[in-house]
């Protein structure tokens, strides 16, 4: 098309139906996009598609939580099995068989696809040998034996203090784990959900590590007996610290409450504690070879105050001394019985 | 897969990928040929280079030499021998790099380093450039020279005892970028992804494709912004000039440059077959001046004019002799016949061998160099007066002074470091002269007691290889006593049972040493509100404390903790002790 | 236009029309080259340093029980008797043993106890508790033993070795090394097995190097728990290293001695020895020596030389006794030189 000569008149229609069709495009969009912005900054909050936010509420994060099962993970009472189960002896696996084996077996408790979390307490980059943190052969002789009863997963799952990494590997918990079967579950950034925890006095809104426990229909705590300078015990109960994230360095405000809030958050299938070492003096840490004694026993309990009770009469060997106080403040909660002598206890003596 | 030059294949037809080139040699010759051999050979190389980052963690270090590229590359060798007189533990490997560049020239250039293939594969894949604004790009520039200032610069400042080669050092560059602002967000993005498969109802265990697994923090690092506009401004200006950093900045670069002066092979012209189209600048990465008087010293030997030659002209050869031929003519007047054949006449051979940096501006380099030692040492930190309480150096440094004579600020070790503690040191802490150089920021993780991973990295000695028995003070080091990188002291003031009535004590329970270095005076008070507390308040015991920071880590007293460690007490240096008794350093 | 006969649009493409074998064997060289990288890098990292993941319980309990023993001397345990655990402490976990004597052992340059509690094999009611200390040097094995021995207890001495015995008790300094032995009961099997604990640290330690000055206190009646050793700063005197000093008679007086490089230096040292006394005093002749009288004390202190033996007596009361002491050494120190040349 030049300019030098006169349009003629077909072309002149078709030049202002180009024009026509153009300006209804451009008014089209023009429209349009105005409407759509109109309508996601003015519509009412909660229509569809409105971004509208008056009180700058609606920018905030979402306090969305989570729940763990309502009874916790425990299974149905038996009649016929103690409450806790005693073994003493030398090798691991014949007295974790005895000690589940006194509460019901591990049949009672893990069947066919179940997919059982294990937590043992990894807090610190120590060796086995110091006591610090759940003996590598209680968790590879538990994992087995889980395995054995069917459980179509199993997870060892710890956040502790020091690098995760660095414990696990220092502490043998994840070749005694792996070599078992279990997958080892390493906390990372995106892992932690908030926990509600109904009547709780302190988390009861907390970061958890939750993934490994999305699905997961069995929960086994397995800890180590240990002196703590805070709390002066670190047992069954105090170990499920290591499940929380966030500011967990406030905890020592009140630590015998926090512990109570812990037994209230988590109620296992059962509970091993690990008396083939204690450490019964220095701790939580440790870190000298003297701190730690041969214990010598495996407890198992669905009742984890029994268990941490006769933790402190029989293996820290303080019977007498009046207990830490977060017994009296789990049992008033009745999350168990502190005074391990009235539950049924079967105490066996292996090889 | 390039297609053949001479002979087109047929599209699509399997066989002619196969058929014998029109110069009778067979397929392979062509599909193997050199430059396809150095694009493998870049990859392997860059692939090792980051599998080697990768492998730079406690899980899964065992004997990996995870700082290989460093210990290759000939100027941190020779730079710590300058300042330090002294050649450390694996650091004689540059001595490969040295020979091979004595016997092929710049090779290092375009086969293995891990930043030149970055830089290669960046300006590749976003060029935008063709024919002849493509062939200009890779004309010689005066600013190529500028490599050989900073070159001369940063080698006397050695030779002072003033590392600072670090700087743009290109494995240092690289490995320092990948560690602080690469690889933090590559984990970031994997974990997030991670948590989305999760959500899903997909559990993967994505671990192995976490550069630092295991941790429930993203790693952070101070100055990473810095780095990261650093690395993506460098690479971004492959866009203006083509290898850019390589060509203008890079002292390594100028350093096998000046040595391949000596090379034994060079690309050798064949002035008789060369018809002056060119060509050969159209790929030449090193702006060599392929199509005339071959710069030795800028040469990559990246191989791409040799792939570029329609005539055959240019080959790899032994330094050919000094007299070559040279086909007498002009442009104007043709090429001289003599009964119908070319004249050719002898004449010396065409090659600029050394740098072409005039006399003078290597002088006025020194000059520079001479006067940067002192800008920087005058600065406060180095000293024994004024040194920044928070530049607190990871267990087994050397003290500070020999400390700057051998950190190359590569950050291997905060790479390594599982806590995160290690930090790259900005301005503040150890002034320009320190920067990018590691110190632990207890604000964001603590030394692990059991823990001597980054000592066995460091290249250099910097950070010298201690056993943990060394570390601990066990057995034969009992005398010497821990290792000490600080001492922890509080702050009354903000310790919720000194100041605020309120039990805690976090940092007596964390404090690893046997005996514990924090005691606490147990006290029963009645609080303002009448309740009864028992309060644990904590104190040091300075003989004992080792200045790991965990107490300042965990410290609930987040922002500016009650238990803070500074750098008074370190044992690595005689002028910094704080305790009249005790084991003095050595 | 003419750029694209020149310039082919599609990128990959190359120009080159030959290509040569030469090349192509080259190309496979350097890739076998990378293999070899691949496979040396492989190949270390499968052989890591076993000492990069040391674990600390291999380090505070070494599997190896001559380790674990550490100087202890094997075979300690009579007929009848047979050997606990042995466990060892260092000056950071001393206390862990001995709570509240701890400072006692730290203060004399302690370097380790090993302890090893011998029962008996028929009746484990009767034990004999070995503690055997490592202190570091002969003088601080003495100083803990005479800082150990109750009152007027009888002292043997022979060989190198110094002991004696209370009840069911047994103390015992020989070399670098003090040692002690409890008794359960103070009965004869326990004296016996004690004898026997002696007779075997005697046999398998070493006597060490006898600290010279012994001998020559000795000589003038003065026990080896009585010495003291001055390592620096002796009577605040920079000059004055390698110091022994004794109780010599009555009051304050001491004997002591030290040792110069050679006869000039030792004159020289004497001579500081003198200046320093006297600048709290003043200068006095008695007879033929020059004394230097303390201001305030009045007490009396000089310093001779014999050879490379720097000699003195420092803080005596009575003129007349404190010539006789100086000459008494004088003349010890004499026959020492004469001994040893």
């Avoid at chain 2, 601990?472 to 903000?494: D, M, Q, S, W, Y």
């Avoid at chain 3, 074998?21 to 496979?39: C, I, K």
Wanted: net charge positive; proline share 6%.
């Amino acid at each position: 098309m030049s300019y030098g000569d006169p349009m003629s008149e077909s072309d002149e229609d078709a030049y202002r139906r180009e024009q026509r069709r153009r300006f209804l495009k451009h008014a089209g969009a023009a429209a349009a996009l105005s409407a759509g912005a109109s309508w996601l900054a003015l519509a009412p909050p909660g229509a569809p598609l409105s971004l509208r936010d008056p009180d700058g509420e609606g920018g905030k994060p979402r306090g969305e939580t989570i729940e763990l099962p309502k009874n916790g993970y425990q299974v149905a009472a038996a009649n016929n099995a103690a409450d806790l189960g005693v073994a003493r002896g030398e090798n691991v696996a014949k007295m974790l068989k005895a000690a589940i084996g006194a509460i019901g077996g591990i049949a009672r408790f893990v069947g066919r696809d179940d997919i059982v979390v294990v937590k043992p307490n990894v807090a610190f980059e120590r060796a086995a040998a110091l006591g610090a943190t759940t003996s590598p052969e209680v968790l590879y002789a538990l994992v087995s034996l889980v395995r054995d009863a069917g459980a179509r997963e199993v997870r060892v799952v710890d956040n502790p203090i020091e690098s995760p990494e660095s414990c696990f590997e220092r502490s043998g918990l994840r070749e005694a784990a792996v070599r078992a079967g279990a997958r080892v579950y390493l906390p990372t950034p995106n892992d932690f959900r908030t926990l509600y925890t109904r009547g709780a006095t302190l988390i009861e809104r907390w970061p958890f590590f939750h993934r490994p426990f999305a699905d997961a229909t069995k929960v086994i705590g397995v800890a180590p007996v240990k002196d703590h300078n805070l709390c002066r015990a670190s047992m069954t109960t105090k170990n499920w610290y290591g499940l929380l994230g966030g500011r967990r360095n406030q905890f020592h405000q009140d630590i015998h409450g926090i512990i109570a809030d812990l037994a209230l958050m988590m109620r296992p299938t059962f509970v091993v504690l690990d008396g083939v070492r204690v450490l019964h003096r220095s701790g939580p840490t440790g870190g000298s070879l003297s701190d730690v004694r041969a214990g010598r026993t495996l407890v198992a309990s669905t009742d984890s105050l029994a268990a941490d009770a006769f933790g402190w009469d029989d293996l820290l060997q303080r019977k007498g001394e009046p207990l830490p106080s977060y017994f009296a403040k789990s049992a008033r909660r009745k999350l168990g019985n502190p005074s391990w002598r009235e539950v049924r206890v079967k105490e066996v003596q292996v090889g | 897969m390039s297609e053949a030059g001479a002979e087109p294949p047929r599209k699509g037809s399997r066989s002619a990928f196969f058929a014998p080139n029109r110069d009778r040699t067979p397929w392979y010759t062509r599909a193997f040929r050199i430059t396809n051999v150095r694009v493998a050979a870049q990859a392997f190389f860059f692939g090792l280079f980051v599998f080697l980052l990768w492998a730079t963690w406690f899980s899964r270090l065992g004997g990996y030499p995870v700082s290989l590229f460093l210990e290759l590359d000939p100027l941190v060798g020779f730079a710590t021998a300058l300042s330090t007189h002294t050649v450390y533990r694996w650091l004689w490997r540059g001595l490969l790099l040295l020979g091979v560049t004595l016997l092929f020239g710049r090779v290092f250039c375009n086969w293995m380093c891990p930043y030149g293939t970055l830089h290669q594969f960046v300006g590749w894949l976003f060029n935008i450039r063709k024919n002849k604004s493509k062939l200009d790009s890779n004309r010689y520039r005066g600013a190529f020279q500028i490599k050989y200032f900073i070159l001369t610069v940063f080698l006397v400042m050695a030779a002072f005892g003033s590392l600072q080669i670090g700087l743009l050092d290109p494995i240092c560059l690289l490995v320092r970028t990948f560690t602080v602002a690469l690889t933090p967000a590559f984990d970031v993005a994997i974990a997030e992804g991670g948590a989305r498969l999760h959500a899903q109802g997909f559990d993967p265990d994505l671990s192995a494709f976490l550069f630092a697994p295991g941790a429930a923090e993203a790693r952070i690092f101070g100055g990473a912004w810095l780095v990261g506009l650093l690395i993506v401004g460098l690479v971004g200006m492959n866009l203006v000039i083509p290898r850019f950093f390589c060509r203008v900045l890079c002292p390594l670069g100028a350093f096998l440059g000046v040595l391949s002066r000596f090379a034994i092979f060079r690309i050798d012209r064949d002035v008789t077959k060369c018809t002056d189209c060119d060509l050969c600048l159209k790929g030449c990465e090193g702006a060599a001046d392929p199509q005339g008087a071959l710069r030795k010293s800028e040469c990559f030997v990246c191989f791409n004019c040799i792939d570029d030659c329609p005539e055959g002209a240019l080959s790899f050869r032994l330094t050919p002799p000094s007299i070559v031929d040279r086909v007498v003519g002009s442009v104007k007047q043709g090429t001289a016949t003599l009964f119908g054949r070319k004249v050719i006449s002898r004449r010396l051979g065409t090659e600029v061998a050394a740098p072409e940096v005039p006399k003078r501006r290597w002088v006025f380099a020194s000059v520079a160099g001479v006067l940067a030692f002192p800008f920087l040492r005058f600065s406060k930190s180095v000293n024994e007066r004024g040194f920044d309480a928070k530049a607190i150096r990871p267990p087994g440094s050397v003290a500070e002074p020999e400390f700057l004579e051998r950190c190359i600020k590569c950050d291997q070790c905060i790479n390594v470091c599982p806590t995160n503690v290690l930090q790259p040191s900005t301005l503040a802490e150890g002034g320009l002269e320190g920067l990018w150089t590691p110190v632990m920021d207890f604000s964001v993780g603590f030394c692990q007691l059991n823990c001597t991973l980054c000592s066995e990295v460091c290249p250099t000695g910097a950070i010298q290889k201690i056993s943990l028995e060394k570390k601990l003070g066990l057995k034969e080091h009992k005398e010497a006593g821990p290792i000490r990188v600080g001492t922890a002291f509080f702050n009354r003031g903000r310790c919720l049972p000194w100041a605020m009535e309120t039990p805690c004590v976090v940092c007596e329970e964390v404090c690893p040493v046997t005996p514990k270095a924090i005691g606490t005076y147990d006290e029963t008070i009645t609080r303002w509100d009448g309740e009864q507390v028992t309060l644990n308040k904590p104190y040091m015991r300075p003989e004992l404390c080792i200045g790991c920071g965990i107490c300042e880590r965990e410290c609930p007293v987040l922002d500016d903790a009650a238990v803070y460690v500074t750098a008074i007490g370190e044992t690595r240096s005689q002028d910094r002790t704080l305790l009249l008794k005790g084991p003095k350093p050595s | 236009m003419q750029d694209d006969r020149l310039f082919n649009p599609r990128g990959l493409r190359h120009y080159r029309r030959t290509y040569s074998m030469t090349e192509f064997r080259a190309g496979l060289a350097v890739l076998a080259g990378l293999g070899a990288v691949g496979a040396w890098v492989a190949y270390r990292g499968g052989h890591p340093d076993p000492s990069l993941f040391a674990n600390t319980p291999d380090l505070l309990d070494p599997g190896n029980k001559e380790q674990a023993r550490g100087a202890l001397p094997a075979g300690l345990a009579p007929d009848g008797f047979r050997e606990g655990k042995v466990s060892r402490f260092a000056p950071d976990d001393l206390y862990k043993k001995i709570n509240g004597r701890a400072d006692f052992f730290l203060a004399r340059g302690f370097v380790e106890l090993t302890f090893v509690s011998l029962v008996g094999e028929k009746d484990a009611s009767l034990s004999v508790d070995v503690e055997f200390y490592d202190m570091g040097t002969p003088e601080n094995a003495l100083g803990a033993y005479a800082g150990e021995k109750a009152e007027g207890a009888s002292t043997e001495s022979r060989d190198g070795s110094t002991w004696h015995f209370e009840k069911n008790a047994l103390f015992v300094a020989r070399g670098r090394n003090y040692a002690r032995g409890i008794g359960s009961a103070d009965s004869a099997e326990v004296r016996a097995a004690l004898e026997h604990v002696l007779a075997r640290l005697v046999a398998s330690l070493g006597a060490g190097e006898r600290p010279w000055a012994l001998e020559l206190f000795e000589t003038l009646d003065v026990g080896a728990n009585d010495v003291g050793y001055h390592k620096q700063d002796a009577f605040s005197f920079e000059f004055a290293k390698g110091v022994y000093s004794a109780p010599s008679g009555a009051g304050d007086t001491e004997i002591f001695v030290m040792l110069a490089p050679d006869a000039a230096a030792a004159e020289a040292t004497a001579a500081k020895f003198v200046d320093g006394f006297a600048s709290l005093g003043e200068r006095v002749r008695l007879g033929k020596e020059t004394w230097a009288k303390d201001e305030y004390l009045s007490s009396l202190s000089t310093a001779r030389a014999d050879g490379r033996v720097v000699f003195g007596v420092r803080g005596a009361t009575d003129p007349k006794a404190a010539a006789s002491t100086l000459s008494k050494l004088a003349a010890a120190v004499g026959e020492l030189r004469g001994s040893d040349e």
